[in-house]
């Protein structure tokens, strides 16, 4: 499911519902940012949406010449909000819509400030809209673009803060990344990080052959990012490129630095493999390593937690004091207990590894590009079998039960 298109598809038909004319979008903190995800501010000025207001703001203008859109959580703060603006409208009519749903009373109570009867509509959905940057914790670490962008930059509205990166230009303190907007990083999205190498490199090998002198070779980031900084004019016409070199670089240098590679090959043997006393020792050296992050630290312990659960030699005790020595804190030790009794073996009542996932992993790197080796996985999640077996019919009656006729199976 494309979450922006979903959700842009939702506001462009609160915009339509509402027919034509001049509107004001009256949205919350949280609606804000979302609709600033989706929308350019040129798209929606399209749809007649001149101006945009915070529900909270306490000085704006009466305009009764614009329609309301309403975008709100369905919080109290923002209930109460609005049933203040009905009171003393300051447009026309209101269309109003909510994220999620409200109650009944608090329905009543907006219908009861409606004294002037200026509520055109109101809408609830019964699942509740999420901002598309919503970053989700993995297990293990994922080594697509999109996944790295998140995991290791951060995405805030489609903006990385690259302003702590060693020696960034100022221009690329802030960057957008956009699906929507960003034809290179649209496709790109789901490639893997070697891949990404590769074809930024192509890219600006493409542009390189257009210009008639300053021809060099491309084998590493530095090369790439000096050739950017070198050629003011390029550098210009190739925002996009200047954008993603830095962004890959970034990649690149935190990678390096926190040891990623060799804690995703742990992390992967850990996932596939059934080594008890390889797992324990490679675990354990990683722990002990000062460059490996807090945060990788503890997935490693979760994944040995819930591989080697059972495991009548486990030493899940020892990881644990493992974490305290190195400074780990209370609320992330208590995750490792906490993702047990979430999805321990006690409660999927089937195990995540299947024995044709026991295999050995096949490491390999793209030779010939310098700082952005790749790692290809052999790991799939069980979701994913899972999926298959069901679109297959194949799922088993013991552990997948359901209500309904028997005919519902072969359907």
Not at 186 to 197: C, D, H, K, S, V
Request: proline letters at 3%; charged letters at 25%.
């Amino acid at each position: 499911m494309n979450l922006t298109l979903a959700v842009k598809q939702y506001i462009s038909k609160m915009i339509e519902n509402s027919g034509p004319g001049m509107k004001v979008l009256l949205m919350d903190k949280e609606t804000t940012s979302i609709v600033s995800v989706v929308y350019t501010q040129s798209e929606i000025l399209q749809k007649e949406v001149y101006l945009f207001e915070r529900i909270d703001s306490q000085n704006r203008d009466s305009m009764k010449h614009l329609k309301a859109i309403c975008f709100l959580r369905p919080t109290k703060e923002n209930v109460e909000h609005l049933i203040q603006e009905l009171r003393k409208p300051k447009y026309s009519v209101y269309f109003i819509y909510f994220s999620n749903v409200i109650s009944k009373s608090e329905i009543k109570a907006l219908a009861e400030a409606d004294e002037q009867e200026v509520v055109a509509e109101v809408q609830k959905k019964n699942y509740e809209l999420v901002s598309p940057s919503l970053i989700r914790c993995r297990c293990v670490l994922q080594w697509t673009y999109q996944a790295m962008v998140h995991e290791l930059l951060g995405l805030n509205n489609n903006r990385i803060d690259l302003s702590r990166v060693p020696g960034i230009n100022k221009d690329l303190r802030e960057v957008v990344l956009s699906a929507e907007h960003d034809e290179f990083y649209a496709n790109n999205l789901y490639m893997n990080f070697g891949e990404i190498g590769t074809n930024i490199k192509n890219l600006m090998e493409d542009f390189q052959k257009k210009k008639p002198k300053g021809q060099q070779k491309l084998e590493s980031i530095s090369d790439m990012k000096a050739f950017v900084d070198n050629y003011p004019q390029f550098k210009k016409m190739s925002g996009t490129v200047s954008k993603h070199v830095t962004v890959v670089g970034e990649l690149s240098r935190l990678v390096a630095e926190r040891q990623l590679m060799e804690v995703s090959e742990v992390e992967q043997e850990l996932a596939c493999q059934n080594d008890h006393s390889n797992a324990q020792q490679n675990v354990r050296r990683l722990l002990q390593n000062p460059r490996v992050a807090e945060l990788d630290a503890i997935r490693l312990v979760m994944l040995y937690a819930l591989r080697y659960e059972r495991h009548s030699s486990s030493i899940l005790p020892s990881l644990m004091d493992e974490l305290s020595r190195r400074g780990v804190s209370e609320r992330y030790r208590r995750m490792v207990q906490s993702v047990v009794e979430y999805g321990g073996k006690r409660i999927r009542g089937s195990d995540l590894i299947s024995p044709t996932d026991a295999v050995a992993i096949t490491k390999q790197f793209f030779k010939g590009f310098k700082g952005v080796e790749n790692v290809y996985t052999q790991h799939q999640p069980l979701l994913h079998d899972t999926l298959d077996q069901l679109i297959k019919g194949r799922l088993k009656d013991s552990q997948f039960p359901y209500l309904g006729p028997s005919s519902l199976r072969d359907r």
